[in-house]
């Protein structure tokens, strides 16, 4: 066979791998060929696509997946889900203590400009008590993995974390094309996902709420990039999906359209941005959202989830703060470390950027999607040189992290398997009844050689994420 | 269910329904293009008559009804709103919209049509692989068709799908009447006189039935009987009173899920009661043009009483 298995890093096969070698090192690169193929048409007959803007042309896109599963040791994932569970745990705390007495700020942990010049801050949520108490009903930590049992959170998403879809989605398909290989090694279930979801979501319903809590999943539409998702997650939920158009709000309530008149709905998974949630409280020229939903949900009529305002845990300026965070909310030293970060408003950590500019990672601190990013050892010097230029002119939006040597895992290719760099979106519910973290996650994977960026927009890929059973 | 995404199935319903009609009255206006060249023209502009494409039509290309012309246009002309192209493309998207109600099944049946006929009118047809195109047209509208009866629900959703089907395809028969009803007419006076073959055969071969009418009516080819099987006859699953019946059943059924009756509903009964309910002479008596533009209008009305009584859109 062609497919000489090339190891996840320095010439020998990690043990969590080893029973998939065993079983790769026997097939016929051939036949996983084929099944690859397959797999690309099981993609678009399902519709797995994402819409890329501004593309008219085949707006539709397959993200490419790769046979390969990422694998998980039992022991690597109690250890990782422990420090995502504190980080959560945490992440929440700090938004309640944002929106109410802002201890954090008083103690001088925390600048207050990072809260009071953050895009995302919502002044309206002050004193405000969402249901339950929770402000991320749903979270994704990004983390990277540099060496055994040495990972890091590389960015929280607090605001819509998507790719939820892809990873119930990647198993499925890895199910369908080597069940064989699902008997042969005990992989931890990804599937209860959505009824989880669907628990934790009920679990955080309003006050107003009588009897079985209604959920609907607010999308903006068939035009959006994460469409898929949307329907997927509202069709695995049993929920109904919903656009603003199919809501308004009737006798204190919001309530969608139905064919039998308006019915109230409980708790609403919305996946449009605060901005667009409310023309008569936000942006008013927004035709995605509920006029009025704002005094409904202060009323307490309906739970939003996540909570508005939670954006201001994404920017990664604040970011770079976590490791206070989680001690100043929990008592205890973080367990997963952040990367360690050079925020560029700061006059000193400006120059030592800038000083070493070609070896370094700079992000924009509100940016998201891998736009408008410099990876500096994979740009050209002109590149680098436009970057600075950039960098200059407004370094309070930019935060600089060193290039991490990242650990890679074996994809499949047409000369065998070869290592490519990768990261892990674990995706966390939070309810007044708990947290509960699938096993795994979305893996997203640098498809091209020595590619560090990982972003689908970008061109990386997916493969499946197996936590092992112990 | 929500009030759009039973306008989504309704919708997607109609258009699936349209693509496999208009496929066939191409196959049809194909036939008597090759057969007879002399009127072509004229048969290919009552094609698109009947389709409700012609001002587009005229409007792209003018008054040249060449063979072609118009069949690259009814197909895939991204100036004709209703092709082939662009009717199963809203047809996917409204798919899209209701996919939460739709089976997998049905999804990917919808959505592979979608794509394998993209990939075939991506290039205008070659006129020898057309009727290869054409078969791909009723192909995946039969997977379509076999998935969604095998699979779905039957819930008030399954209803709105149905009542979408039925009211194109009653839609459908009655414009292809409208447009050849002319034909019918001269031959009335003396009941027994053959119409022009050709003919015929067109109107019977636009709704996939003339191998049906020769089962029924044994080699007897009139105008009143093409019209009474066209019109009356309720085993065709093509004709206006079958149409009705499945309208009125999929409403009765809204109405015991909903326990609501609705305008509707009231609407849809009458329109079989008053219509319907007479011999094929007494259409003929009343005028049959008069009863095909009354038919067209009430149809019409229904569609747009379903819309409103059952919340579509605000």
Same mark, same amino acid.
């Given at each position: 066979?062609?497919?000489?298995?090339?190891?996840?890093?320095?010439?020998?096969?990690?043990?969590?791998? &080893?029973?998939?070698?065993?079983?790769?090192?026997?097939?016929?690169?051939? &036949?996983?060929?084929?099944?690859?193929?397959?797999?690309?048409?099981?993609?678009?007959?399902?519709?797995?696509?994402?819409? !890329?803007? *501004?593309?008219?042309?085949?707006?539709?896109?397959?993200?490419?997946?790769?046979?390969?599963?990422?694998?998980?040791?039992?022991?690597?994932?109690?250890?990782?889900?422990?420090?995502?569970?504190?980080? !959560?745990?945490?992440?929440?705390?700090?938004?309640?203590?944002?929106?109410?007495?802002?201890?954090?700020?008083?103690?001088?942990?925390?600048?207050?400009?990072?809260?009071?010049?953050?895009?995302?801050?919502?002044?309206?949520?002050?004193?405000?008590?969402?249901?339950?108490?929770?402000?991320?009903?749903?979270?994704?930590?990004?983390?990277?993995?540099?060496?055994?049992?040495?990972?890091?959170?590389?960015?929280?998403?607090? &605001?819509?974390?998507? %790719?939820?879809?892809?990873?119930?989605?990647?198993?499925?398909?890895?199910?369908?094309?080597?069940?064989?290989?699902?008997?042969?090694?005990?992989?931890?279930?990804?599937?209860?996902?959505?009824?989880?979801?669907?628990?934790?979501?009920?679990?955080?319903?309003?006050?107003?709420?009588?009897?079985?809590?209604?959920?609907?999943?607010?999308?903006?539409?068939?035009?959006?990039?994460?469409?898929?998702?949307?329907?997927?997650?509202?069709?695995?939920?049993?929920?109904?999906?919903?656009?603003?158009?199919?809501?308004?709000?009737?006798? %204190? &309530?919001?309530?969608?359209?139905?064919?039998?008149?308006?019915?109230?709905?409980?708790?609403?998974?919305?996946?449009?941005?605060?901005?667009?949630?409310?023309?008569?409280?936000?942006?008013?020229?927004?035709?995605? *959202?509920?006029?009025?939903?704002?005094?409904?949900?202060?009323?307490?009529?309906?739970?939003?989830?996540?909570?508005?305002?939670?954006?201001?845990?994404?920017?990664?300026?604040?970011?770079?703060?976590?490791?206070?965070?989680?001690?100043?909310?929990?008592?205890?030293?973080?367990?997963?470390?952040?990367?360690?970060?050079?925020?560029?408003?700061?006059?000193?950590?400006?120059?030592?950027?800038?000083?070493?500019?070609?070896?370094?990672?700079?992000?924009?601190?509100?940016?998201?999607?891998?736009? *408008?990013?410099?990876?500096?050892?994979?740009?050209?010097?002109?590149?680098?040189?436009?970057?600075?230029?950039?960098?200059?002119?407004?370094?309070?939006?930019?935060?600089?992290?060193?290039?991490?040597?990242?650990?890679?895992?074996?994809?499949?290719?047409?000369?065998?398997?070869?290592?490519?760099?990768?990261?892990?979106?674990?995706?966390?519910?939070?309810?007044?009844?708990?947290?509960?973290?699938?096993?795994?996650?979305?893996?997203?994977?640098?498809?091209?050689?020595?590619?560090?960026?990982?972003?689908?927009?970008?061109?990386?890929?997916?493969?499946?994420?197996?936590?092992?059973?112990? | 269910?929500?009030?759009?995404?039973?306008?989504?199935?309704?919708?997607?319903?109609?258009?699936?329904?349209?693509?496999?009609?208009?496929?066939?009255?191409?196959?049809?206006?194909?036939?008597?293009?090759?057969?007879?060249?002399?009127?072509?023209?004229?048969?290919?502009?009552?094609?698109?008559?009947?389709?409700?494409?012609?001002?587009?039509?005229?409007?792209?290309?003018?008054?040249?009804?060449?063979?072609?012309?118009?069949?690259?246009?009814?197909?895939?002309?991204?100036?004709?709103?209703?092709?082939?192209?662009?009717?199963?493309?809203?047809?996917?998207?409204?798919?899209?919209?209701?996919?939460?109600?739709?089976?997998?099944?049905?999804?990917?049946?919808?959505?592979?049509?979608?794509?394998?006929?993209?990939?075939?009118?991506?290039?205008?047809?070659?006129?020898?692989?057309?009727?290869?195109?054409?078969?791909?047209?009723?192909?995946?509208?039969?997977?379509?068709?076999?998935?969604?009866?095998?699979?779905?629900?039957?819930?008030?959703?399954?209803?709105?799908?149905?009542?979408?089907?039925?009211?194109?395809?009653?839609?459908?028969?009655?414009?292809?009447?409208?447009?050849?009803?002319?034909?019918?007419?001269?031959?009335?006076?003396?009941?027994?006189?053959?119409?022009?073959?050709?003919?015929?055969?067109?109107?019977?071969?636009?709704?996939?039935?003339?191998?049906?009418?020769?089962?029924?009516?044994?080699?007897?080819?009139?105008?009143?009987?093409?019209?009474?099987?066209?019109?009356?006859?309720?085993?065709?699953?093509?004709?206006?009173?079958?149409?009705?019946?499945?309208?009125?059943?999929?409403?009765?059924?809204?109405?015991?899920?909903?326990?609501?009756?609705?305008?509707? +509903?009231?609407?849809?009964?009458?329109?079989?009661?008053?219509?319907?309910?007479?011999? +094929?002479?007494?259409?003929?008596?009343?005028?049959?043009?008069?009863?095909?533009?009354?038919?067209?209008?009430?149809?019409?009305?229904?569609?747009?009483?379903?819309?409103?009584?059952?919340?579509?859109?605000?």
């Amino acid at each position: 066979m062609t497919g000489q298995a090339s190891p996840g890093q320095g010439g020998e096969v990690r043990s969590p791998y &080893r029973d998939y070698h065993d079983w790769f090192d026997r097939e016929d690169a051939a &036949r996983i060929q084929r099944k690859a193929q397959q797999a690309e048409a099981f993609f678009r007959t399902t519709g797995i696509t994402f819409n !890329v803007y *501004g593309e008219d042309e085949a707006d539709e896109r397959l993200i490419p997946f790769d046979v390969v599963p990422r694998i998980i040791s039992a022991g690597e994932w109690r250890r990782l889900s422990r420090g995502i569970e504190q980080r !959560v745990r945490a992440l929440n705390a700090f938004l309640h203590d944002i929106y109410h007495r802002q201890e954090i700020l008083r103690a001088g942990r925390v600048p207050v400009d990072l809260i009071s010049r953050n895009e995302a801050f919502l002044p309206m949520m002050m004193g405000m008590d969402p249901p339950g108490g929770v402000y991320t009903h749903i979270s994704g930590i990004d983390i990277v993995r540099t060496g055994p049992n040495e990972f890091y959170v590389l960015e929280d998403n607090a &605001r819509t974390p998507s %790719g939820v879809s892809y990873m119930l989605e990647n198993r499925e398909t890895m199910l369908q094309m080597f069940p064989e290989l699902f008997a042969k090694i005990s992989v931890r279930e990804v599937g209860d996902y959505p009824l989880n979801l669907l628990k934790s979501l009920s679990a955080c319903a309003p006050p107003k709420c009588n009897g079985t809590p209604t959920v609907a999943v607010l999308t903006p539409g068939i035009h959006n990039s994460a469409y898929f998702e949307h329907s997927f997650i509202a069709d695995q939920m049993g929920a109904e999906l919903v656009e603003g158009h199919d809501l308004r709000v009737v006798d %204190g &309530r919001v309530a969608m359209r139905t064919t039998q008149g308006y019915t109230p709905i409980d708790v609403i998974y919305r996946r449009v941005d605060d901005d667009f949630l409310d023309p008569l409280n936000f942006r008013p020229d927004s035709m995605l *959202g509920v006029p009025g939903i704002w005094d409904v949900y202060r009323a307490g009529g309906i739970t939003i989830a996540n909570a508005p305002g939670t954006g201001i845990a994404d920017d990664k300026a604040l970011y770079s703060y976590m490791p206070d965070i989680i001690e100043f909310y929990t008592g205890e030293k973080a367990l997963l470390p952040n990367v360690p970060t050079w925020r560029c408003s700061d006059p000193d950590h400006l120059k030592e950027v800038l000083d070493r500019l070609p070896e370094l990672v700079v992000k924009e601190v509100h940016g998201s999607g891998g736009y *408008g990013m410099l990876v500096g050892p994979a740009a050209s010097k002109k590149e680098v040189a436009a970057f600075r230029k950039k960098l200059e002119a407004n370094p309070g939006n930019y935060i600089a992290q060193p290039t991490l040597s990242l650990s890679t895992v074996p994809i499949f290719t047409k000369a065998g398997l070869a290592p490519r760099h990768v990261d892990l979106r674990p995706f966390v519910l939070m309810s007044p009844q708990g947290i509960t973290i699938t096993p795994g996650g979305l893996t997203r994977v640098a498809m091209t050689k020595g590619s560090l960026v990982v972003n689908s927009s970008q061109g990386g890929g997916t493969k499946d994420t197996w936590v092992l059973e112990d | 269910m929500l009030g759009k995404t039973a306008g989504s199935l309704f919708w997607m319903a109609r258009y699936l329904e349209r693509s496999e009609n208009n496929a066939r009255l191409i196959d049809a206006g194909f036939r008597i293009a090759l057969t007879r060249s002399s009127t072509a023209r004229s048969e290919w502009r009552s094609v698109l008559v009947t389709a409700g494409q012609d001002s587009y039509f005229r409007q792209a290309h003018g008054e040249d009804y060449m063979s072609q012309r118009v069949v690259d246009f009814m197909l895939r002309d991204p100036a004709n709103p209703s092709s082939i192209l662009s009717v199963v493309k809203r047809a996917r998207d409204n798919a899209r919209t209701a996919r939460t109600y739709l089976t997998r099944e049905v999804w990917e049946a919808v959505n592979t049509s979608w794509m394998t006929l993209g990939a075939l009118l991506k290039r205008q047809v070659r006129e020898d692989d057309l009727p290869d195109v054409l078969a791909a047209i009723r192909q995946n509208n039969a997977l379509v068709r076999g998935a969604f009866s095998g699979t779905m629900l039957r819930n008030d959703g399954y209803n709105f799908a149905r009542l979408g089907t039925f009211l194109e395809r009653a839609d459908n028969t009655a414009r292809i009447l409208d447009v050849k009803y002319y034909l019918l007419l001269p031959s009335v006076a003396h009941i027994g006189s053959s119409i022009d073959n050709v003919q015929w055969e067109t109107i019977l071969r636009s709704v996939s039935a003339h191998r049906a009418y020769h089962w029924l009516y044994g080699t007897e080819i009139s105008a009143l009987k093409i019209a009474e099987f066209l019109i009356l006859y309720k085993q065709m699953p093509r004709s206006l009173a079958f149409c009705c019946d499945q309208m009125n059943d999929n409403l009765g059924l809204l109405q015991r899920a909903y326990g609501e009756e609705t305008d509707a +509903i009231r609407m849809g009964s009458s329109m079989c009661r008053e219509r319907l309910s007479r011999p +094929i002479g007494s259409i003929f008596d009343g005028g049959l043009h008069e009863f095909i533009t009354d038919f067209l209008r009430a149809n019409a009305a229904l569609a747009q009483q379903i819309e409103r009584d059952y919340r579509f859109v605000e």
